[in-house]
Structure formats: structure tokens, C-alpha cells
């Protein structure tokens, strides 16, 4: 099928071939049995009248013995007027005798019938047209014709036919000859028998003389005083010695079945059939010109191919179907290839099947744009993969609004969008971008929900950046991990962003093995009550590779919930702080509260509060002691999702902290509705406290929030005793920082606790 489709045409032109090679070959068999036919025809009508003739000249030397013999039996017969009554009694059975006469043997006319007055007449030994036949039948026992010819006292073309009357010794006593009319002899019997003049009939003499011509008009009678022309005799000739080899003269005249040839001469090519005639030493001839036969042909060949031509139209129409149905399914599939089924746009393939009408030794310089929506996936989680669908399609219209001309704009995957475009200015090209931007950000109102989505930007340009296509994508996706960083922002690629790029792909390379090499470990901050008292810890991850170094929670975590990691990290770090706060516990003899830090990733897994109070239950940790700290920034994007999942959890007992407080968004009616149980004052107003008035008073502000609103409150970072006195005063429940202890693993804590806290 693969193979019929790739090569249709060429199945219908070897179609077409075959059939005309069909048709030729059906031509040709025509032709052979319109040519046999006619051959056959030409032989039998041939054969009619030769033996036509031989029968009735043969009639005719009957009555020329029986004429002859009265003339030797009986005396009174030879008196000139008892010959003269016989022979008119001859005339009267033959119509086509014009008179009979009686030659002496020195070919003097001695007296002929209708009162001809032979005294006139020519001596035939001594006229050219008639020695030669007088001389042969004076030698021969058998009647003789002479040659036609003009007889000028009958006025007429005659061809003469005579009979020697020998004595009983053998001696020749007169030669009684009759003059045959050419058109009431030869020519009568041959149209009787060619009465649709189909063919040009000949009889030739021995001596290649014309006996008889059927297409011999008016006085045109030269070529009876003309040999047959060489070229033809020669024709016969050759094909004798087709069919029988060469043969001798005797022999030549023994063939008496028909044989035909094609004889091409300068006017046109004709079919030509011959008999011999023993007896007389006559050639019958029939003639048919090719053109007639080619006639025929073509009047039965214009039929077959008009059939011919019908065929291939049809067959030409079907293929045409066949084709534009192919032609429009193949450009439906191409369509489908090149374009993005959900948007219409185009897509990856085309890009790689069509970069090089971009990229090219004399190509022009180019910008290429690659946009990412922002918590895009927070959108499939939360509302399924159909609104988001709805969205993506709607975003493809927005941006194909705003693209400028002479740009290709395509749906890279996902949320991810290209656009190629001839601008390559800096600022235009910056510009372009924000307006995408600005475009994606508007809110989307589907199904009578209202979506806010962001939109992050790279660019880079061509050949600056890059002089293939991938070159140029991991130019633009770098730019974009830039944008990514600050949401909702353009960045055009800068070699010293590459670095940082590369870094980053290093650690997420290094951090898919961290788990299995135990490259990874927990640590504990402790925390502090007001009073001084031993309150709990802050479980923390650290991760050493030996490539790479230390490298610290806010560089991989990041990476790890981009790559898909963070489910996996996650549950590392439940499952380990679990394990160790159990030996921690039970090696101090007592219970301390432990907050864990939650990712918004991981938080957002379907199955994550099953998983985490199953893992709760399995370990035989209390729900009152452990508290989960939330980013602020989470809580305000996906309040909705969020908001069963962390009533589920309260509801086992477990404490939820909002962590950096104060760098959101969030409200006070916001906070209302949260289950939140803590507020962690975020360290960068913690650090300006002391030197700023306004981070000295949002640091208070956040303190009397949450008195008012019944929740503990954390200050972290505290690493200074003017720091801890003045948060002391606000009213803060407790602390955390390098001022008290650094993060530490399990049995540092262990000492640290006891030496601090229990001496």
C-alpha cells in the first residue's frame, strides 16, 4: 500500500504503457488480418479470373479447331463464300469477336468476315505488334493470343487470338485468327468478376507485353506497346525466389497457384497478386494500392482508438481521484505533521523539515523568541488538562495577533512557544518579547472562570548567538531560565548566563544520583522559646557532591521541582528527618516539636496527605510535634487546591507555618481563611531591623498579625543579642538563628541539646 501511494503515477504511466503497448499490438493483428484478408481476397478474385478465362478462351480455341478442321474436311468449305458464312455463323455465338479471318502461312490476310476487304489489311509476318505471335502459333498446336494492339481498319483496340490448321503431314495450311474487342474479352469477364472495381487487373504475356490493362481510359493505350517496367518484373521475380529458390524459365511458368508481394514504387506501395497461366503463357495481375488497405486501417483504427482513448481518459479520471484524494490526504498528513494538532500552529517537525529557509549561507540576521508560561502546570493540576487545553488555544490566538509579519510562531511543546522573526535589533527584539508577554499575562475567562497565567521570555539571534537551529534554542532557553527566575520578565541571552545555565544543568545531572550515592544528609536548627527553653528544630537538607561541592538548598531545590526530582527529594527528606527525630527523641528522653519544609511541587501531589499521615502512622510520630512550613507565595497562587489538603493534615494534629512572611502578597483576609498555626519573619527584615526603621516596623507589623490573629510567631536569622532583645520586645514566641546554633546532624544535636539545655 506504501508502495501505491508513493508511486500512483507511476502505476497509471505503466498502466498506459501497457494498455498502448496492448493497443499497438491489437493494431498490428489488425492490420495483419485486414492485410490477410485482403491478400486472400485479392487471390481468390485472382484465381476467378484465371480460370474465368482459361474456360472461355478455351471455348474459344474449341470453336477455332472445330472452324478449322471444317476447313481441311470438307473442299467446298474453302471457297471464299463458304467461308465467309461459317465464320459469320461463328461470330454469332461470340459477341465479343469482332471478325475472324484466314491467314495463308506467309501472314496474308486472305479474307475475313463483315465483308472486310482484306486487300488492306497488313501482312502480320511484317507488322512489329503481331510477328512474333504469328511466328508462335505457325510452332505451336495450341491457340496463340498476340499482342493488343490498335487495329486501325477495325479502329479498335484488338487482342488477336489464332490457331494454326495443319495438314495431315503437320504442314501449317492456314492460320485462322479472331480479333477479341480488349473491352468485350479481357475486359468484360474481369468486371463481371471486379464489379466493385476494387483492384487494377493486368494480364501479361510471356513476353512481358500488357495483354489486358482494367485501368486503361479512353485512347491511353501506350502502355500496351511497353514492356512490363523492369522493377516490377524484377518484384516478381524476387518473390518466386522467396517462396520456391531460384528456378529456371520453364519451371517459372509451371507455378500456377497465386502468389502475392508488396511492390513499392515511387507513386505508393501496392499489394500485388500473380498467377500464371500454362497453357496460354499469361500472367494474371491484380493490384491493390496500400492506401486503400491504409484506408480500411485507419477507419477501423480510429474506431479502436477512440475505445483506446476512453480507456485512458477513464483510467486517467480514476487515477486523477485517486490522486487529489491522495494529494489532499497527503497534504492533511503534512498539515498534521508540520502543525500543532491543539493550536493550529506550527510545529517542531516543521521546524527542523524548514530551518534552512532560515539558516543559510546568505541568510539574513534573525531573532528567535522562545516563551514559557509561568505555573502553567498549576492550571492542568488544578483544573485539568481540557481548561488547560482551552487556554493554550486561546494564548496561540493572542500571540498570532501580535506577530509581526515575516515571522513563524510555533508551538514548541507544551507551553513553550517560538517565534522566529526578521527583527534583530536589541531593543525591538526586547520589546517584541514584553508585548508577548503582556499579551500571555491578560486574564483568560473559560467557562466562566477567570486564569491568570504569567509568561517568561529568551532570546537570542542568529548568528550572533548561535549558527545552527539547537545552537540558537539553547541560546533562547538559557535567557529564558533567567526570566524564569524573576516571572513575567524578557531576557536577551548574554554569554555570562551560560555559566550559570551550565551550572545548573550540572547539578540537575548530579542530583538525579545524590539519593542512590548518599550525596545527601539532613541537618537541625534548633529553636528557641522566649524564656530560653530547648522549643524544637528546623529540619534542613544539605547536599555535598564531590564535583560539585556544597551547594545549598535555595540552587538545587529549585532545580529539583523544574526537572521532576522533587517528588522524589521530598520524600527523601520526610523519611529521613522521621527516622532521625525518633533516634533524637529517644536518646534525649524527650518530645520537641520538628517543622519541615514543604516544596510547592510536592505539596501539590495528588496522593501527598495520604502518603504523609501513612508515613506519620508507620513511624509513630506524633501529629502535635511536627509542623509543616508553607511558602507564602504557594499559598497565594494555588489557595484553592491547597486549601483541603491542608485541612486534612490539621486535622491529624500537625501544625502549618507560613514561612517568609512579609515577601508575598498575602492578606489578612487570606490569612483568616488558612489553617495556619505560625508565621516565620523572614530574615532579610530581620538583618535591616536594627538599621532600618520600615523593616524595623514591618518586622513588628507581621508580630502583631499574628497576635491578632492567634498564631505564634518565629523570627529566623537571629544571629545578634541586640537582634533577639528587640524581637523580644515585639513580642515574638520564638527564634532561630546562628546566634543560638548553626544547623547540625543528628548527634551534634544530641550533644548540643543535652550540653545546652540539660547540663
Known sequence: MALLKKNLWSIFYILTTCLTLYFAYVSYAQWQRLFGNAQNSQENTLRLIANSTQALYRTNEIMLDILGHRFLEDASY????????????????SPAIISIALVDPQGNMLFATNNLDVSNFPNLLEQPQSRESFIEVMNSDTMVFGRTYFFEPFQDWIVPIRKAIRNPDGSVYRVITAALRLDDSFGHLVKSIDQENRYLSLIVRDDMYLQYASDSQGNEFSRY?????????QAMITAIERLHGNIQEDAFWRLDQPLSFVYTSEKSPQLISFQNNTVYKLRFM???????????????????FLIFLSVVGVLYALFRIIATAEAKRNADLLHQATHDQLTGLLNRSYLNKNVHQWIHPQASPFGLLYLDLDNFKNINDSFGHHLGDMLLQELAKRLQAVSPQETALLRHGGDEFILLSTIHDDSELVGLANTLIETASKPYLINSMRLNVGASVGIAKYPEHGESIDDLLRAADIAMYESKRLKNSAHLFRDAMQENYLRNVNIEQALRGAIENHELHMVYQPQVSTDGSFYGVEALIRWTNPR????????????????GQMPTLGRYIIETTFADIQQIQHSLGISFSTSINLSARQLLEPDFATYFINKMQQENIEGVWLTLE???????EDTSSVLPLLHAIKNKGVQLSMDDFGTGYSSLSMLRMLPIDELKIDKSFIDAALTSKNAQQMA????????????????????????????????CDRFQGYYFARPMDKDALIRYVK????P
Open 700 to 731: 513588628q507589623s507581621i508580630v502583631t498579625i499574628g497576635k491578632n490573629l492567634e498564631m505564634d510567631v518565629v523570627a529566623e536569622g537571629i544571629e545578634t543579642k541586640e537582634q533577639l532583645e528587640m524581637l523580644t520586645r515585639f513580642g
Open 755 to 758: 550540653g545546652t539545655f540539660f
Open 225 to 233: 506497346q511497353q514492356l512490363l517496367p523492369t522493377n516490377k518484373q
Open 78 to 93: 474453302q471457297d471464299n463464300q463458304s467461308a465467309m458464312d461459317i465464320l459469320d455463323a461463328a461470330l454469332e455465338g
Open 630 to 636: 508553607i511558602t507564602e507565595s504557594l499559598l497565594i
Open 548 to 563: 560539585l561541592g556544597s551547594i545549598p538548598p535555595d540552587a538545587f531545590i529549585p532545580i529539583a521541582e523544574e526537572s
Open 286 to 304: 491484380l493490384m491493390t494500392p496500400l492506401d486503400v488497405l491504409w484506408k480500411d486501417f485507419v477507419k477501423l483504427f480510429s474506431a479502436h
